[in-house]
T-cell receptor, first 116, second 114 residues
Framework: DQQVKQNSPSLSVQEGRISILNCDYT??????FLWYKKYPAEGPTFLIS?????DKNEDGRFTVFLNKSAKHLSLHIVPSQPGDSAVYFC???????????????FGKGTKLSVKP | DAGVTQSPTHLIKTRGQHVTLRCSPI?????VSWYQQVLGQGPQFIFQ???????GRGNFPDRFSARQFPNYSSELNVNALLLGDSALYLC?????????????FGPGTRLTVL
């Protein structure tokens, strides 16, 4: 069963507008969430993260919102640029028995296309 | 600063063969993780090493093994290759394991099994 779900395989947005990518999770033990961007033939690039003790984190044009009660997070990109066109992965992790953060569980990704 | 490096970039093997993939983490990072990504899916966790000890293993058969060396570089070994092992193999490093969980990925090794 998928613990991290990205239900939209693709999203198309006009340049300058807002892109909103969504992610849902099922495991209530997850306490750290990350977004990665991936271009073809490259490894994922870390974008932004959020701890479960927060509900918002902002870095430049990127903002991540976390709704723990709904087990939902979203990534907002404002304004969107053509160079943002890539596959975006949501990832989550939980602490192990020793209190250390464990491995990342990824969603299947959402392909964002930003049109000029 | 150099990022995570992986070698080789591409590899073609035949069924039944063995393969070794290599990874060098970002300087100062002591934790290395390996992930497998097949087309249309997100990366799937294989192994995590911290200070040369295995800290986690994903749902992969025993044909998959790994190790971490004193300089924190790592190797992933896959024996008796199957067609289904064809994938992008990603290595990720992070500083420690108790604070955030930002993992930084290398470019990957594209393995094709014929």
């Amino acid at each position: 069963d998928q613990q991290v779900k990205q239900n939209s395989p693709s999203l198309s947005v006009q340049e300058g507008r807002i892109s909103i990518l969504n992610c849902d999770y099922t495991n209530s033990m997850f306490d750290y969430f990350l977004w990665y961007k991936k271009y073809p033939a490259e490894g994922p690039t870390f974008l932004i993260s959020i701890s479960s003790i927060k509900d918002k984190n902002e870095d430049g044009r990127f903002t991540v919102f976390l709704n723990k009660s709904a087990k939902h997070l979203s990534l907002h990109i404002v304004p969107s640029q053509p160079g943002d066109s890539a596959v975006y992965f949501c990832a989550a992790s939980a602490r192990d028995y020793g209190g250390s953060q464990g491995n990342l569980i990824f969603g299947k990704g959402t392909k964002l296309s930003v049109k000029p | 600063d150099a990022g995570v490096t992986q070698s080789p970039t591409h590899l073609i093997k035949t069924r039944g063969q063995h393969v070794t993939l290599r990874c060098s983490p970002i300087s100062g990072h002591k934790s290395v993780s390996w992930y497998q990504q097949v087309l249309g899916q997100g990366p799937q966790f294989i192994f995590q090493y911290y200070e040369k000890e295995e800290r986690g293993r994903g749902n992969f058969p025993d044909r998959f093994s790994a190790r971490q060396f004193p300089n924190y570089s790592s190797e992933l070994n896959v024996n008796a290759l199957l067609l289904g092992d064809s994938a992008l193999y990603l290595c990720a490093s992070r500083k420690g394991s108790r604070t955030g969980n930002e993992q930084f990925f290398g470019p990957g090794t594209r393995l094709t099994v014929l």
